[in-house]
């Protein structure tokens, strides 16, 4: 069992920013690869970014490059989503997910936070 605390999103006009963070906590299973997926209604789920929390890589899917950071705090296993630059198609519930492998997250991570929602208007 994982277990998230996910906080952060909102609404906010284009162009600006928000900043999630999600922290999970096990006492068995590795999660050490951490980030965010996204859904908007009618679509199919994406990944948005990824960290490897005790080694710092990151992996951004390409349309949010330049715009969302990624970072972490391998103590707790914290990582956060800084998104600037919003964009109406930036809107979605944003779940924050873990998995042992970046491979394994990338397609169907192992672990899934209850998501928060992201709303960017224009």
């Known amino acids: 069992q994982v277990t998230f605390v996910e906080s952060g999103g909102g609404s906010v006009q284009a162009g600006g920013s928000l900043r999630l963070s999600c922290t999970t906590s096990?006492?068995?299973?590795?999660?050490?690869?951490m980030g965010w997926f996204r859904q908007a209604p009618g679509k199919q789920r994406e990944a948005v970014a990824n960290?490897?929390?005790?080694?710092?890589?990151?992996w951004y899917a390409d349309v949010v490059k330049g715009r969302f950071t990624i970072s972490g705090v391998s103590a707790n296993y914290t990582a956060y989503l800084q998104m600037n630059d919003l964009k109406p198609e930036d809107t979605g519930m944003y779940y924050c997910?873990?998995?042992?492998?970046?491979?394994?997250?990338?397609?169907?991570?192992?672990?899934w936070g209850q998501g928060t929602q992201v709303t960017v208007s224009s």
């Open positions: 997910a873990a998995d042992r492998s970046l491979g394994g997250w990338l397609r169907s991570a192992s672990y």
């Open positions: 096990t006492h068995t299973y590795n999660r050490d690869y």
């Open positions: 960290i490897y929390i005790r080694g710092g890589s990151t």
